[in-house]
């Protein structure tokens, strides 16, 4: 394995600290063998408020290709799991079930201004699946990396066979890994097992009107993960994500308009990303602290002090084609937007620039942006540079006005 062979696309410079250390890394990540042990991520994990869980499930059952698979009760938990099939990652949807349960999770969003209005929803990070679950783990421990220990898993009711990292410093995520045959079905030891009726009911409502929209066939599985976080730790959280992953770093665009930059990472071992989404870092070229003096934009910036580092959005592929005489992506936003669904702007793109896009609003049960894409012919990238640089301005307007909701809201 050589994790270093891959073209390396983008504007942005890096310095000559993250230049070094990339190379270093991987290299070191490829001699170990962990590159040829991890995998792709085999699903993510999301934890929703009390209350809030089943009309998530709906919400995705909708907009996504999502089905609802089972239920796993733990004492304080109930954990849905979401599939599309094995050969595109799981959603774990978690909720708590007392609002006034205290955890380390929990405390990762009291600290900010808006993520404190609802403390218990955030996205947590993926699990990947390795070939050895004790040698990763064991590998990963020597190069200094943190994990729960067996009976913490236990008291945070996660499932047993997973070994799961302390959460990240700079992202606030934490990585799950799973020993799984790619042959074998994901299984999760985590409580009593169960197909809840109500669940269930609000799921089938959903797919039901999903067809009838004639959109059921249009949405694709996860193609990126895009997590946000300060300025200061772009480069050092890339690192961090590739030492303990099998990915590679695709490259980094610099969006001058919004005084930030879009870093993209890809799995080595799939190109294709439905089958491990590519996952991509968003952050300020400026601290907050200069803005008074340089007068940029600083949406970025904005959204992680708001809310703290955590995933911005998750985007989805759209079949590359048309349905009744438009393009698939502007089908599926016109009959979504139709049941009521807001997005932050028009679908923006072409045919020409090689892909469309578009930004949801934030989910009131998760707080996470559902983006479509859709792109066009043979087109590899993940964004034209004037399609993320509206992106990124759509999504900070709408952050102004989350802010301006809050009645409470204190800037700190």
Known sequence: ????????????????????????????????????????????????????????????????????????????????????????????????????????????????????????????????????LHGVVQLQQERDFRFF????????????????????????????????????????????????????????????????LQIDELILPIDHLATRIYSQNREVAILEWLSLSSYYYWGSYDIKDQNSSTNVTKSVHHSNELKSPAKVFTANNTPYLVNHLVKLPSPTETFVRNYGPRLHHIALAVRDGTTNNIEN??????????????????????????????????SEHSSLIIEYVQRFGDFQGFFAKDNVAELTHAAGVENELNKLSKSSYVDS
């Open 1 to 132: 394995m050589n994790s270093l062979a891959f073209k390396r696309n983008g504007d942005k410079k890096n310095s000559d600290f993250f230049e070094e250390y990339l190379v270093r890394l991987l290299e070191e990540r490829d001699s170990v063998g962990l590159s040829d042990m991890i995998y792709e991520i085999d699903a993510i994990m999301i934890t929703v408020d009390p209350g809030h869980s089943i009309r998530y499930i709906a919400e995705l059952s909708l907009m996504s290709p999502y089905h609802y698979l089972v239920s796993l009760e733990t004492e304080n938990h109930w954990t849905h799991v979401l599939r599309v099939d094995m050969n595109s990652p799981d959603l774990l949807i978690r909720e708590v079930k007392d609002a006034h349960i205290q955890g380390i999770f929990r405390s990762l969003n009291e600290i900010y201004p808006i993520g404190s209005h609802k403390p218990n929803s955030r996205y947590m990070g993926e699990i990947l699946r390795v070939s050895d």
């Open 329 to 362: 992506i502007e089908m599926v936003v016109n009959q979504i937007a139709a049941q009521g669904k807001d997005f932050l702007l028009d679908v923006i793109g072409s045919k020409e620039e090689g892909l469309k896009q578009i930004f949801s609003s934030a």
């Open 149 to 212: 220990t067996q009976d913490q898993i236990r008291k945070l009711e996660l499932p047993g066979n997973l070994g799961i990292s302390k959460p990240s410093p700079y992202t606030h995520n934490i990585i799950g890994y799973i020993e799984r045959p790619e042959d074998q079905l994901r299984v999760y030891s985590l409580g009593v097992s169960t197909i809840r009726n109500d669940v269930q009911e609000a799921y089938c409502s959903a797919k039901e009107l999903q067809k009838k």
